[in-house]
């Protein structure tokens, strides 16, 4: 099973990094669409019992990463085409309202590790880095918001996409657009211009939309 070890005795809940370690590992694409979770196995990844593998379980499945299957169990969840269109179009609603707020409360320190983040995410060449980048970029960009609620509104609905954004690059060379527009939506938040950041962050949005649907797996959903 490719999960990160973790040492449960020095965490204050076995359940919570139960749960960070599947979350991280569905996202990221190192546990498959289909795959399943078995309780005894991942506990004794950890050395815990059950009891904190079944809660975790539980969580992931109310975030939508994981559902139940009969004779299977729990396994990682996939999207279809629709779902994901949705997802997508979710985010394109609440983005540019939650960057909207954050361009005017962004102090320097934040601009600069923007900008850092930026860097990092157009000089990869390691697609396994490339969702992780991309997230930090945005969240980085988000995290000067007062809007709470929508932030982990996006955050969730980012959760359900990650791995299929990192397909979408690997299989469209996407890497070169990503990039183009990234640099634009800072250089808006740098600017101070929240309204044009929002536009960008919208027109980011529904463009990663239409190509992830153009190269969609065939077997999402299935």
Same mark, same amino acid.
């Given at each position: 099973?490719?999960?990160?070890?973790?040492?449960?005795?020095?965490?204050?809940?076995?359940?919570?990094?139960?749960?960070?370690?599947?979350?991280?590992?569905?996202i990221?694409?190192?546990?498959?669409?289909?795959? #399943?979770?078995? +309780?005894?196995?991942?506990?004794?990844?950890? $050395?815990?019992?059950?009891?904190?593998?079944? @809660?975790?379980?539980?969580?992931?499945?109310?975030?939508? %990463?994981?559902?139940?299957?009969? /004779?299977?169990?729990?396994?990682?969840?996939?999207?279809?085409?629709?779902?994901?269109?949705?997802?997508?179009?979710?985010?394109?609603?609440?983005?540019p309202?939650?960057?909207?707020?954050?361009?005017?409360? !962004? #102090?320097p @320190? %934040?601009?600069?590790?923007?900008? *850092?983040?930026?860097?990092? /995410?157009?000089a990869?060449k390691?697609?396994?880095?490339?969702g992780?980048?991309?997230?930090?970029?945005?969240?980085?960009?988000?995290?000067a918001?007062?809007?709470? /609620? /929508?932030? @982990?509104?996006?955050?969730?609905? !980012?959760?359900?996409?990650?791995r299929?954004?990192?397909? +979408?690059?690997?299989?469209?060379?996407?890497m070169? $657009? *990503?990039?183009?527009?990234?640099?634009?939506?800072?250089?808006?938040? @740098?600017?101070?211009?929240? $309204?044009?950041?929002?536009?960008?962050?919208?027109?980011?949005?529904?463009?990663?939309?239409?190509?992830?649907?153009?190269?969609?797996?065939? +077997?999402a959903?299935?």
């Open positions: 099973m490719k999960l990160d070890p973790v040492d449960i005795s020095k965490s204050a809940s076995a359940s919570a990094a139960v749960f960070d370690a599947l979350r991280k590992a569905i990221e694409g190192r546990l498959a669409e289909g795959e #399943p979770l078995r +309780q005894d196995e991942i506990a004794r990844h950890f $050395r815990t019992s059950r009891l904190p593998v079944r @809660e975790a379980i539980n969580r992931l499945e109310e975030h939508g %990463l994981v559902r139940t299957q009969r /004779f299977k169990g729990a396994v990682v969840a996939g999207l279809s085409a629709d779902e994901a269109a949705e997802i997508f179009d979710f985010r394109a609603l609440l983005e309202e939650i960057i909207r707020d954050a361009v005017p409360r !962004m #102090p @320190e %934040l601009l600069a590790r923007a900008r *850092a983040d930026f860097a990092a /995410f157009d990869s390691n697609p396994m880095e490339w992780v980048l991309n997230r930090a970029f945005h969240d980085g960009l988000y995290s918001s007062r809007l709470t /609620f /929508f932030r @982990e509104a996006a955050s969730g609905a !980012m959760d359900r996409i990650d299929y954004i990192r397909a +979408q690059l690997v299989m469209s060379n996407g070169e $657009r *990503a990039g183009r527009e990234h640099l634009a939506i800072l250089e808006a938040c @740098e600017a101070g211009d929240a $309204r044009l950041a929002s536009d960008l962050t919208r027109a980011h949005i529904l463009e990663a939309k239409a190509s992830l649907l153009a190269h969609f797996p065939a +077997q959903g299935t």
